[in-house]
């Protein structure tokens, strides 16, 4: 029985062409799965912190802390001198606060393990978007609530894209808010 070039396709090519599309749609799942966005992600910290206290209770702004979010790319991780402008005085003997004044007394920085953070191969500039007028909450959550501070929000290129594409969405507070950039350079640089 001579074999037919639909054999062949059958056979050999149809098998190929099934498994190359299995396994993209495998990788392209498990690359884009809900997890891997880092909503949840609550890192323990070297001491326990409450923005639910500090921002919430307190009513601490958050570039009170955070010192930077104006002028800078990235928003800074409280260095231990910032807290101890309070502590210094405030709360003096609880425990967390025993371990804060250890780190300053020993000049040693804090090593508090960033919660909210752009992949490294993405350029991401904090200021700008705090110059426009985009509240703190719009991409971390009301941190006025939580106890541990968690991401809450995606930071993947899905969730910046559909903010830059469609901004009155998602800041309808901010006046004359305008599309951000779309374009593969604003971003990997």
């Not at 409280?78 to 405030?90: Q, R, T, Y």
């Not at 007028?133 to 609530?145: F, L, M, P, S, Y």
């Amino acid at each position: 029985m001579k074999k037919t070039v639909l054999d062949y396709l059958l056979k050999v090519r149809l098998p190929l062409v099934l498994f190359v599309a299995a396994i993209s749609f495998l990788v392209t799942f498990y690359v884009s799965r809900p997890e891997r966005d880092g909503v949840g992600y609550a890192p323990e910290q070297p001491l326990a912190y409450s923005h639910k206290l500090h921002a919430g209770e307190l009513g601490i702004d958050c570039q009170y802390c955070h010192v930077g979010v104006t002028k800078q790319r990235q928003a800074l991780v409280p260095s231990v001198n910032i807290c101890m402008n309070c502590h210094a005085v405030a709360r003096k003997d609880r425990p967390e606060i025993i371990k804060l004044r250890e780190y300053y007394e020993s000049g040693r920085p804090l090593p508090w393990k960033r919660v909210h953070k752009v992949p490294e191969y993405a350029y991401f500039n904090h200021s700008v978007h705090v110059n426009k007028g985009i509240d703190c909450e719009t991409c971390h959550g009301n941190v006025r609530e939580m106890e541990v501070i968690q991401q809450v929000k995606s930071f993947t290129m899905t969730a910046c894209l559909d903010c830059h594409r469609d901004p009155k969405k998602f800041v309808p507070y901010v006046e004359n808010v305008k599309q951000g950039p779309r374009y593969c350079a604003a971003c990997h640089r």
